[in-house]
């Protein structure tokens, strides 16, 4: 199973979209400072989360919510979601 994901530091509320096959190892990474493009912030807490079958399909998702129709997609799911949860 591969993973579409979305981590927010929780001290400058910037986020990071990537894709992943263990999604808690990759958590790690980012808050132990072991990826380049994060090991500035932290401390670093997933905010959400697709699961796929394929490596091809978590990279077509992850490329897509990378655009901008794709990125305001991705925050009305994620105002959902939130909406779900509370």
């Keep these: 199973m591969y993973h579409f994901y ?10 990071y979209k990537g894709h992943t096959q263990d999604l808690d190892a990759r958590i790690r990474q980012h808050n132990g400072g072991k990826t380049t493009t994060t090991k500035r912030g932290g401390p670093w807490c997933l905010v959400y ?3 796929f079958p394929d490596r091809a399909m978590a990279v077509e998702r992850e ?10 997609e991705l925050s009305t799911r994620m105002e959902s979601s ?4 509370g």
Excluded: D, F, M, N
Aim: charge should be positive; proline fraction near 0%.
């Design 63 to 72: 490329r897509y919510y990378k655009t901008y129709v794709g990125s305001r």
């Design 82 to 85: 939130l909406k779900v949860r």
């Design 6 to 15: 979305v981590i927010q530091c929780q001290s400058s509320g910037l986020r």
């Design 49 to 51: 989360s697709e699961s």
